[in-house]
């Protein structure tokens, strides 16, 4: 006999969860991007410098502050979906603070747009590259950068100390020498310095030229023939 509660069913849940959509204005921003790419001449000129077109898959670029909150947004959904509908183990996860992490940041852009772009294929193919090469490749890169350091709690940035050290006046002026010296080393350079060391040595000397003889009147050394100015040039 069946018991009633095996009987009994659930509410009803979604398996999957769709992929989040983005807002209006990074709607906006490929909508242009697609016109960049596949529109008429007469829209591809109305957008002006395409390169400064936003791209929310580099949040750099995306300078109007509507735009950044709105990618902001979509990819605060995206982080959510990830991690109920692609991650098990706590290992996987995205981490609360992932804002806080600039190396998440700039990969969460491009793996939201990546899989953006996968949803809109009329084949699974992009999604099965997405599926194979692009999740797995960021969750091992986001273990190795993070490793334990905020598995309960945001943790400040362990390397700060050195990054301190990177940019400190001292190191920054020992590797502009060294670009310096490489600079300086290149044949071009070479020359460039030995025509200025010629010209240091011998500067140009101004004449004065005889508008009635042609002759050409100059500090020349002692004894020496005028020269006459002639169409093709001075001659002896």
């Given at each position: 006999m069946t018991s009633p509660q095996h009987n009994r069913r659930t509410?009803?849940?979604?398996?999957?969860?769709?992929?989040?959509a983005?807002?209006?204005?990074?709607?906006?921003?490929y909508r242009e991007l697609h016109i960049a790419v596949n529109g008429s001449e007469e829209q591809k000129k109305a957008?002006?410098?395409h390169a400064l077109l936003p791209r929310p898959w580099e949040p750099a670029s995306c300078l109007d502050p509507d735009l950044r909150h709105g990618l902001w947004e979509w990819l605060e959904?995206?982080?959510?979906?990830?991690?109920?509908?692609?991650?098990?183990?706590?290992?996987?996860?995205?981490?609360?603070?992932?804002p806080l992490h600039p190396h998440l940041v700039h990969e969460i852009a491009v793996l939201?747009?990546?899989r953006r772009r996968a949803g809109l294929a009329m084949t699974s193919d992009a999604l099965e590259e997405w599926h194979r090469y692009c999740l797995p490749a960021f969750t091992d890169r986001m273990r190795n950068r993070l490793r334990a350091h905020c598995d309960d709690d945001h943790k400040g940035w362990p390397a700060k100390?050195?990054?301190?050290?990177?940019?400190?006046?001292?190191?920054?002026?020992?590797?502009e020498n060294a670009f310096a010296h490489d600079v300086d080393a290149l044949p071009a350079s070479r020359r460039r310095a030995d025509d200025q060391s010629t010209r240091r040595d011998g500067p140009p000397r101004l004449g004065l030229v005889d508008l009635d003889t042609g002759e050409i009147q100059d500090d020349e050394q002692p004894g020496a023939?005028?020269?006459?100015?002639?169409?093709?040039g001075p001659r002896e």
């Open positions: 509410a009803p849940t979604s398996m999957v969860g769709a992929f989040p983005p807002g209006e204005e990074v709607r906006l921003a957008l002006g410098n959904d995206v982080v959510i979906w990830l991690n109920h509908d692609y991650s098990w183990d706590v290992a996987g996860l995205i981490p609360s603070c992932w939201a747009d990546q100390p050195r990054h301190s050290e990177h940019v400190a006046e001292a190191a920054t002026e020992r590797r023939q005028k020269r006459t100015r002639t169409e093709k």
